[in-house]
């Protein structure tokens, strides 16, 4: 498991150590490498060889460290607990299919453990994280995004950005091919 904070309360460090140290003496085997004040390759170079990677747990979103650990293959977790400042990205985007495990403060032991002693869905969660970046954070899905500004912004075509990611509402976008 790895935590690579760049600013440990807003990630909630603290209690992610705790929880980790809870864990231990439940009796898990846990090795937890908490990634601080490294150069990137170096970082990549643990993501690599690690399974779990804790995001953040306090901040209500997921940053680029959780596109990053998806795309290495991590099962990730990161504070996506529905609120009113993410409910609103599961209805107008694709928030609803993203496979990262939602744990804040309260709930990230009990997250945390179930997917420790459950390899499997360990498995599941890193396939379709890969396949998550692919889709939404990948190339194809920056060309589609910034092609659809440009239309926008330079030609003005008439695409309704807002809603570019509308689950209902995208099936007008024929050419949609991420």
């Known amino acids: 498991i790895i935590h690579t904070p760049n600013h440990k309360g807003f990630k909630g460090t603290e209690f992610i150590v705790n929880t980790i140290e809870r864990l231990k003496t439940k009796g898990l085997k846990i090795d937890f490498r908490l990634c601080e004040k ?3 390759s170096q970082i990549k170079e643990i993501m690599l060889q690690s399974d779990i990677l804790i995001e953040q747990i306090i901040a209500n979103t997921y940053s680029l460290n959780a596109i990053e650990g998806l795309a290495t293959g991590l099962t990730v977790i990161s504070n996506l607990q529905a609120s009113q400042n993410t409910k609103i990205f ?3 985007s694709y928030l609803s299919e993203c496979p ?3 744990a804040n403060i309260d709930s990230l032991e009990i997250v945390l453990e179930k997917i420790i002693v459950n390899p ?3 498995n599941e969660l890193q396939l379709k994280g890969i396949e998550y970046v692919n889709k939404y954070h990948g190339e ?3 060309q589609f995004l910034f092609e659809n500004i440009y239309q926008k912004i330079w030609y003005k075509k008439n695409i309704d950005l807002m809603n570019l990611y509308h689950p209902i509402q995208r099936s007008h976008y024929e050419n949609i091919s991420f």
């Open 38 to 40: 490294m150069p990137n």
């Open 90 to 92: 599961e209805h107008y």
């Open 100 to 102: 990262i495990q939602s």
């Open 120 to 122: 499997h869905l360990r």
């Open 140 to 142: 194809k899905a920056a």
